[in-house]
């Protein structure tokens, strides 16, 4: 049972995190709506089993990574969830981005049916995660981090136990409304560029070379000036996202001016209609109020 692991969530970070612990030789179960996916991996080698219950019966230690908690719930503690019939024993890894009281409440109904929780929000986008290259931010018990070490091994190269339960929730937190408020000043350097004559992608390749180079002006600028938004980490998630960072900050009476502006703009890309494309389509709603109406490229 040790090599065993159940995988719930293949979607654009959970199937190359699936797929990864296969490779690593973990014999994986997987638990999904989807036939095209299940079929998908059994292909693969996995087995698939009919609900996140009879997943359970199969594996102690499941891993997760769905969209919010809500879903996180119900494959926990709903009534065909891992915990339904008690799952003494059991380990829940969630990869998901929840708040951390909601990992934390999650986290005591399943202590009432034996099983323990670890919340592990992930960074890395679908690139780190097809390759194994993901950041695992880990709160909760030492002796569960441990039991579950080999398959954070498979899936990420840069993995930080961070603290007890939650703190790895809060640190996503940090991690997303850095990446939105970088974001911000990246799609208004573009506006700048292109205001003043120069060729964006040319600011970006500079800018790159000197302080004020990040990770999100080299992936999310560069998906944003080529126009390849479909796919990737969608703006609605990435509202949901901050808006658990807005509460988080808000729970401990933290100033966070930034955290909310990025929040509303996110939420007013949504509300253009960009909610489906890639969190960089931000840039989209810079263009429409900025007045842009040239090649995005």
């Known amino acids: ?4 692991i159940g995988f719930i969530g293949l979607g654009v970070m959970g199937n190359g995190m699936a797929r990864n ?8 179960t997987v638990w ?18 009919s609900t996140p219950k009879a997943l359970a019966a199969a594996c ?9 908690a809500a879903a996180v719930r119900g494959i926990a503690l709903g009534e065909d969830g891992l915990a339904a019939d008690g799952w003494e024993g059991g380990l829940l890894v969630d990869c998901s981005t929840i708040a951390p009281f909601e990992a934390q409440e999650i986290a005591a109904g399943l202590k009432e049916a034996g099983a ?27 002796a569960a981090v441990e ?11 840069n993995i930080h136990h961070v603290g007890p339960l939650g703190a790895g929730q809060a640190l996503k937190a940090c991690n997303q409304l850095m990446v939105a408020v970088n974001l911000m000043g990246v799609c208004e350097a573009v506006a700048i560029a292109r205001a003043a004559g120069i060729d964006p992608k040319v600011m970006r390749e500079v800018v790159s070379t000197g302080t004020g180079r ?13 126009g390849t938004l479909q796919g990737g980490f ?36 949504c509300n253009a209609g960009f909610a489906d494309l890639d969190n960089a389509a931000l840039g989209l709603l810079y263009d429409q109020l900025n007045g842009w109406q040239g090649d995005a490229k």
């Open 32 to 49: 999904t709506r989807d036939a095209a996916k299940a079929e998908s991996f059994k292909n693969l080698g996995a087995s698939h089993a």
């Open 60 to 68: 102690k230690l499941v891993i997760s990574c769905v969209p919010d």
């Open 214 to 226: 990040s990770g999100v002006l080299e992936g999310h600028g560069l998906r944003y000036l080529e």
């Open 147 to 157: 039991r579950a070490r080999r398959a954070f091994a498979a899936m990420g190269k």
């Open 234 to 269: 969608r703006a609605a998630l990435m509202k949901k996202d901050l808006g658990i960072a807005t509460a988080v900050g808000a729970h401990y009476g933290r100033y966070q001016p930034a955290t909310g502006l990025a929040h509303q703009l996110m939420t007013g890309l």
């Open 21 to 28: 612990l296969l490779k690593a030789g973990f014999d994986v």
């Open 116 to 142: 323990g929780f670890l919340d592990a929000p992930i960074s890395g986008g679908k690139k780190g995660a097809d390759e194994g290259t993901l950041t695992i931010m880990i709160g909760g018990d030492d």
């Open 1 to 4: 049972m040790a090599d065993r």
